[in-house]
């Protein structure tokens, strides 16, 4: 989605849209491919970033296709309150819906479950709202993504490490891009595909905050300060 500095109809990195036009599954999604066939709610992130990626280029119209089936087939996960999903997916996979939308794509789905999803992702903004907890700037930050213009890019990107990345995300750091060219920034993710394209968040980084997240959902956070605060320093030093 980052276009070429001077080239908006250019895309910043070809190698990754040649990725994405070279590694679609059979069953029409992109991304790591389960033992046993289930779909979770990465897999749908992914796929949906990837169809957006072919959108905004305007390649792979059959892939696009495939994609957006694939999704509508498997909407119903994204619905599921009960499954596991990866940090912040309600705000970030409703953000990707709603800028499908606005880029003429149409799932194949009932209007409900896509106001649904777009519900989940104002539900969790309007308790970030409220949230005054130590963790809630570095979450925002985390999902900035999904956010977008609602956002200081400017305080985002106090949370940019020595490597130039938002959290050691590629995707993350994309979105910061966006919003605010940052020239670490560009020479992290060209050093990434320069050897590989990560699909998923360090793992490490993506439990901790996953259970950073859970603990201030439940409402306990203020217990484990300590412990929470410790998290965070090491997530974004």
């Known amino acids: ?43 749908l992130s992914s796929t949906l970033a990837c169809v957006l990626a072919l959108k ?3 390649v792979g119209r059959e892939h696009i296709r495939r994609g957006l089936r694939f999704i509508g087939s498997n909407f119903p996960v994204a619905m599921d309150e009960q499954a596991a999903a990866p940090i912040g997916f309600n705000i970030t996979f409703a953000a990707m819906v709603s800028l499908a939308i606005e880029m003429g794509l149409e ?13 989940f992702r104002d539900m969790e903004l309007e308790r970030l709202v409220w949230d005054k907890s130590y963790g809630r700037e ?13 956002l200081d890019w400017n305080k985002v990107m106090k949370f940019q490490r020595k490597n130039g990345s938002l959290f050691n995300s590629p995707s993350s750091t994309a979105a910061a891009l966006l919003h605010n060219y940052d020239d670490k920034a560009l020479q992290y993710l060209n050093f990434l595909v320069s050897r590989f394209v990560p699909t998923v968040y360090p793992t490490s980084i993506y439990c ?16 484990f300060y300590n412990e929470i605060k410790g998290i965070l320093d090491v997530t974004y030093r």
């Open 138 to 150: 570095a979450y925002m930050a985390y999902v900035a993504e999904g956010l977008g213009n609602l």
């Open 107 to 119: 799932f194949p789905v009932r209007q409900a479950h896509v106001d649904g999803i777009l519900h």
């Open 208 to 223: 901790q905050l996953l259970m950073v997240d859970s603990l201030e959902k439940i409402g306990i956070s203020r217990h």
């Open 56 to 58: 905004k280029w305007s």
């Open 1 to 43: 989605m980052v276009p070429l500095p001077g080239s908006p109809q250019v895309p910043c990195f070809p190698r990754c849209v040649e990725w994405i036009l070279q590694n679609q599954q059979r069953n029409g999604s992109w991304g790591l491919s389960q033992l046993d066939s289930t779909v979770n709610k990465d897999l």
